[in-house]
């Protein structure tokens, strides 16, 4: 990504109506290039939004304290908060009640999903989607308790600040899990277009170097001298 947009930028302002078509009937190496070409222009974007989210959930700390020095400070993670004051883990509540008790939390919101606690201590985090929530899953959280459904914690999308908005939204970017089925395809589109970098990338990298090595062949051959004027003539 990031060496194509650097062999790619001298010859930016050359994008145009060229650019956007793919030759058929020219050979491999034409289709390749242009495959390449199109393929690099569209999804500059979506990858570079994929990277920087790609590096963000790999680093969180140091992505959060990078956010929060532009943003401001973050909302106080209701989870955290939970799994400090909550008993042991062991579910005694089936889950039905877990997600009823989360409904009566957050009327008219939909559940998306129920998280089981990752510590011996903690809290069940039940996901949920209201009307106007950009994430598939929602932005909404109910913490209970697994074993009496205690509320325990509830965290609204609406009242968390813009850092904790844009951390909570690395994953949904990163995944493409927001904007329904059409951003999912979009994203697997995306995805697929890796390979085609690739090959297409690796065609046009043997067809420069098969170049360079017959220039460099041609350089070496000795060159044979030919016939004085006027030898082997009687």
Not at 11 to 17: P, S
Not at 74 to 102: F, W
Not at 141 to 168: N, W
Request: with cysteine; glycine share 12%.
């Amino acid at each position: 990504g990031t060496a194509g947009i650097v062999v790619w930028w001298p010859g930016g302002r050359h994008v145009n109506k060229a650019t956007f078509r793919v030759s058929v009937r020219k050979g491999w190496h034409r289709l390749s290039f242009d495959l390449h070409r199109l393929a690099g222009v569209l999804v500059i974007v979506p990858l570079t939004v994929v990277a920087t989210t790609g590096i963000c959930l790999a680093f969180p700390h140091v992505a959060n304290q990078a956010v929060t020095a532009v943003l401001g400070p973050t909302t106080k993670d209701a989870r955290a908060n939970a799994d400090r004051k909550g008993g042991p883990s062991q579910q005694s509540v089936s889950l039905d009640t877990i997600s009823q008790v989360a409904r009566e939390q957050i009327p008219g919101a939909t559940v998306t999903r129920i998280q089981a606690p990752s510590q011996k201590k903690g809290a069940f985090t039940v996901s949920m989607h209201l009307p106007g929530d950009w994430r598939d899953e929602g932005d909404n959280r109910v913490l209970l308790d697994g074993r009496s459904a205690a509320i325990q914690g509830v965290q609204l999308g609406g009242q968390l600040t813009p850092v904790s908005r844009v951390m909570a939204g690395m994953t949904s970017l990163h995944y493409g899990q927001y904007g329904g089925m059409t951003t999912r395809v979009f994203t697997c589109l995306v995805g697929l277009s890796f390979p085609l970098l690739y090959v297409t990338g690796m065609v046009l990298w043997w067809k420069r170097v098969s170049r360079q090595r017959l220039k460099t062949a041609d350089a070496a051959s000795p060159v044979v001298p030919g016939p004085e004027p006027g030898v082997g003539r009687s």
